[in-house]
T-cell receptor, first 112, second 113 residues
Framework: GEDVEQSLFLSVREGDSSVINCTYTDSSSTYLYWYKQEPGAGLQLLTYIFSNMDMKQDQRLTVLLNKKDKHLSLRIADTQTGDSAIYFCAEIDPSGTYKYIFGTGTRLKVLA | DADVTQTPRNRITKTGKRIMLECSQTKGHDRMYWYRQDPGLGLRLIYYSFDVKDINKGEISDGYSVSRQAQAKFSLSLESAIPNQTALYFC????????????FGSGTQLSVL
């Protein structure tokens, strides 16, 4: 079955870049997403990439997609303490049901 | 005001009790979802509904039931709560058009003792 994998923890110093990685299993996924969950809150869409793109940049965020390796990454430049959160990558079940498949989430801790 | 509202925010209950978690939305979306979050396991889909007359089981529906009372309301019930149902529960909506962005409520932390 489908599986989306992420490492569970990442710790970086304030001002450094953070790179959160994700591998997914279904190469026919149309969209791939990054969601952010701050403490005590629900998930919020951070960014997404269409499967025919290799890269998408949005201010401090850069999403890279390697379809051959089924690898998705999120780079946060100049990481701030407010970026501390859990980051989930997700794909839509391509069988047509439009169900999301979420990764386990990566908890990013930013050290001052 | 929040677009997706969940009540209650926190609930502590005992094994065997019936519990209902409620979700309402003002986004006008047809699609609604219930997810469960457990540490290290990410989000797992319990039930989803693509319109008022459509209810579908997700990957972990055993022990849960749902009711879609209206386009804006989707409730989740635990008929007889057990301790391993202790988790953070999220309701979400999506428009069903093109890019399926999900919009989440703030979650309900449920503890079953």
């Amino acid at each position: 079955g489908e599986d989306v994998e992420q490492s569970l923890f990442l710790s970086v110093r304030e001002g450094d870049s953070s790179v959160i990685n994700c591998t997914y299993t279904d190469s026919s996924s149309t969209y791939l997403y990054w969601y952010k969950q701050e403490p005590g809150a629900g998930l919020q869409l951070l960014t997404y990439i269409f499967s025919n793109m290799d890269m998408k940049q949005d201010q401090r965020l850069t999403v890279l997609l390697n379809k051959k390796d089924k690898h998705l990454s999120l780079r946060i430049a100049d990481t701030q303490t407010g970026d501390s959160a859990i980051y989930f990558c997700a794909e839509i079940d391509p069988s047509g049901t439009y169900k999301y498949i979420f990764g386990t989430g990566t908890r990013l801790k930013v050290l001052a | 005001d929040a677009d997706v509202t969940q009540t209650p925010r926190n609930r502590i209950t005992k094994t065997g009790k019936r519990i209902m978690l409620e979700c309402s939305q003002t986004k006008g979306h047809d699609r609604m979802y219930w997810y469960r979050q457990d540490p290290g396991l990410g989000l797992r889909l319990i039930y989803y509904s693509f319109d008022v007359k459509d209810i579908n089981k997700g990957e972990i529906s055993d022990g849960y039931s749902v009711s879609r009372q209206a386009q804006a309301k989707f409730s989740l019930s635990l008929e007889s709560a057990i301790p391993n149902q202790t988790a953070l529960y999220f309701c979400a909506t999506s428009s069903g058009q093109g890019n399926e962005k999900l919009f989440f409520g703030s979650g309900t932390q449920l503890s079953v003792l």
